[in-house]
């Protein structure tokens, strides 16, 4: 890991707790027969395309203003905890661990982009100069 340390929340998520309540959640309303991975993969979509409408028309300062905007905020917060619940319902469906992919994908990025060729630079890990 690069500059970068867990955080000490005492509290962590439980992914697995997640996951199981996410389970029964499902189970209960009888919906288990329409959540295929590929419906789920869909639903991210969907839920990150209206997280992304409550931000389109906004400049990059307004957009860090919803902080202090308890209305749009909750918009935010309760996309993102859509997002979530689809994510751990696509890896509990497809028993991918996502701490291990997370980890996993970070170091990957982390090769990617070394901080020497990417720091302050948008370019694509393709197109950093590695002379």
Do not use: C
Request: proline share 4%; charged share 30%.
């Amino acid at each position: 890991m690069e500059n970068f340390e867990k955080s000490s929340d005492p509290s962590p998520l439980n992914i697995k707790e997640m996951q199981e309540y996410s389970r029964r959640f499902i189970e209960d309303r009888d919906w288990t027969e329409f959540h295929t991975p590929k419906n789920i993969a869909m639903g991210i979509s969907v839920e990150a395309a209206e997280l992304l409408e409550i931000f389109q028309w906004l400049t990059p300062e307004q957009s860090f203003q919803i902080k202090s905007n308890s209305g749009e905020l909750q918009r935010v917060s309760d996309e993102v905890g859509d997002i979530l619940h689809l994510l751990i319902r696509l890896s509990s469906l497809l028993n991918i661990d996502l701490k291990q992919a997370f980890w996993e994908k970070i170091k990957k990025t982390e090769k990617k982009y070394p901080i020497s060729l990417s720091k302050g630079k948008t370019a694509k890990y393709s197109r950093l100069s590695h002379d």
